[in-house]
């Protein structure tokens, strides 16, 4: 019988990938139905998704924070 044998890890992580940065109008155009009114208003509550404000007039948000918060919203249907 013979074993196999893996590579031990380094201690190197994976590489960090650079986030994507989108601008309120780019998230309207990624998720059907929600407008810059509803992400301002949502700002304003303190409510998902995450976002950031590099400049006084700028606001972003991560693309993959925005498929998170979207997954997170999933309803699961039950049969009957």
């Keep these: 019988m013979s074993a196999v044998v893996?590579?031990?890890r380094t201690?190197?992580?994976t590489p960090k990938r650079e986030p994507v940065w989108l601008s309120p109008e780019?998230?309207?155009e990624r998720?059907?139905?929600l407008t810059v009114?509803?992400?301002s208003d949502r700002r304003k509550k303190g409510l998902r998704p995450d976002w950031r404000k590099p400049s006084q007039k700028t606001v972003i948000y991560e693309q993959s924070e925005?498929?998170?918060w979207v997954e997170s919203t999933r309803h699961v249907g039950r049969a009957s």
């Design 6 to 8: 893996s590579a031990l």
């Design 11 to 13: 201690g190197r992580s």
């Design 26 to 28: 780019m998230v309207c």
């Design 31 to 33: 998720v059907p139905g």
């Design 37 to 39: 009114e509803i992400l």
């Design 66 to 68: 925005i498929d998170d």
